[in-house]
């Protein structure tokens, strides 16, 4: 069982999307804790939409609700772009989970494979790739029929 908690800024708009993601991500049978922050800004400058740290036993998730645009100027994330957010983050969660990621190096593990991945550019990670190829895919199929 997939064990959810909420922090923060109460968005339970979001509760249904995140259980379909839950339930698309991660196996049925899977036992995993997933404690989600909903905070105005995840990091100092107020640049990043999103935060996950874990291990294969839980992982915890930041999203912020706002950004700052350029000279300070705060502008809310729309509904669409938290939950394409959410979704992101819920596969950084899956991936702490399968153990394809950790939080002491750069390296991806999948199918048998070991991947260093010291030498990539972020956006090129692989778990980078998989998080932004899903959180497309879950938020234009969950998030719209919510």
Do not use: R
Request: glycine share 4%; net charge negative; charged share 25%.
């Amino acid at each position: 069982m997939i064990n959810v908690s909420t922090e923060g800024k109460q968005l339970p708009e979001y509760d249904t999307f995140i259980d379909e993601c839950i339930m698309a991500l991660f196996p049925h049978d899977a036992h995993y804790d997933i404690n989600i922050s909903f905070k105005k800004y995840v990091d100092k400058d107020g640049t990043h939409a999103g935060f996950c740290m874990g291990d294969k036993i839980e992982s915890a998730i930041d999203i912020a609700t706002h950004w700052m645009y350029e000279e300070a100027e705060e502008v809310a994330y729309q509904p669409h772009e938290i939950a394409s957010n959410i979704a992101h983050e819920l596969v950084h969660a899956k991936q702490f989970y399968k153990g394809q990621i950790n939080m002491v190096d750069h390296v991806w593990k999948h199918n048998h494979e070991t991947i260093n991945c010291a030498g990539l550019e972020y956006a090129e990670t692989p778990w980078e790739v998989e998080a932004y190829a899903y959180e497309d895919i879950l938020t234009d199929l969950l998030w719209e029929n919510v």
